[in-house]
């Protein structure tokens, strides 16, 4: 199975920041990488898909980037809203897998 | 509006069986293939099983198989997730949620609010 590695496991940041969430996978996965946003108690939302390309009615402020095995989410200037825990999924082989999670915490 | 509500979750004992079921609306439910995931207490994210249109073709993972069986009903738009054997591990929240048209393994698009099963004795 293919392991999805997040950094940090939390982080803590201040509204307006910006933030970057990192997710390594243990081999290559091309560009089959997801972003979901979860928060407490309710269902994971999908923000990014294919690496980069951001989910409709998702807020331009989330963008990812990367390719191969190294992958990164940003959140330009972090909102009220955006504090929540934020998970990548890799759906390049079976079976998908999903990182550890990182809290985005004030 | 997609709507999936999971239902069926509970407490049961270790070796006891569970029926879940998820309710779809606001798609054409045939067209997607579908999955359930589950989270255990202040974990991440599993995925557990998926199922083709039609229902013919599915995958488990290995956490999980020979002991849970997916399946779905086109004509009441719905899926089911049968759990047999439960253990104390496989207590979590499961979701069901879609899977994007045109890709084998992800991204999700939907997920439902989730359903708590408990196994203890």
């Known amino acids: 199975d293919i392991q999805m590695t997040q950094s940090p496991s939390s982080v803590s940041a201040s509204v307006g920041d910006r933030v970057t969430i990192t997710c390594r996978a243990s081999q290559g996965i091309s560009s089959w990488l997801a972003w979901y946003q979860q928060k407490p108690g309710k269902a994971p939302k999908l923000l990014i898909y294919?690496?980069?390309s951001l989910q409709s009615g998702v807020p331009s402020r989330f963008s990812g980037s990367g390719s191969g095995t190294d992958f990164s989410l940003t959140i330009s200037s972090l909102q009220p809203e955006d504090f929540a825990t934020y998970y990548c999924?890799?759906?390049?082989?079976?079976?998908?897998?999903f990182g550890q999670g990182t809290k985005v915490e004030i | 509006q997609v709507q999936l509500v999971e239902s069926g979750g509970g407490l049961v004992k270790p070796g006891g069986s569970l029926r879940l079921s998820c309710a779809a609306s606001?798609?054409?439910?045939?067209?997607?293939?579908m999955s359930w995931m589950r989270q255990a207490p202040g974990k991440g994210l599993e995925w557990v099983s998926y199922?083709?249109?039609?229902?013919?073709?599915?995958k488990y993972a290995d956490s999980v198989k020979g002991r849970f069986t997916i399946s779905r009903d086109n004509a009441k738009n719905s899926l089911y997730l049968q759990m047999n054997s439960l253990r104390a591990e496989d207590t979590a929240v499961y979701y069901c949620a879609i899977l994007r048209r045109g890709y084998s393994y992800g991204p999700f698009d939907y997920w439902g609010q989730g359903t708590l099963v408990t196994v203890s004795s």
């Open positions: 999924q890799q759906a390049n082989s079976f079976p998908s897998t």
């Open positions: 606001g798609f054409t439910f045939s067209d997607y293939y």
């Open positions: 294919a690496a980069s």
């Open positions: 199922i083709s249109t039609s229902g013919t073709y599915t």
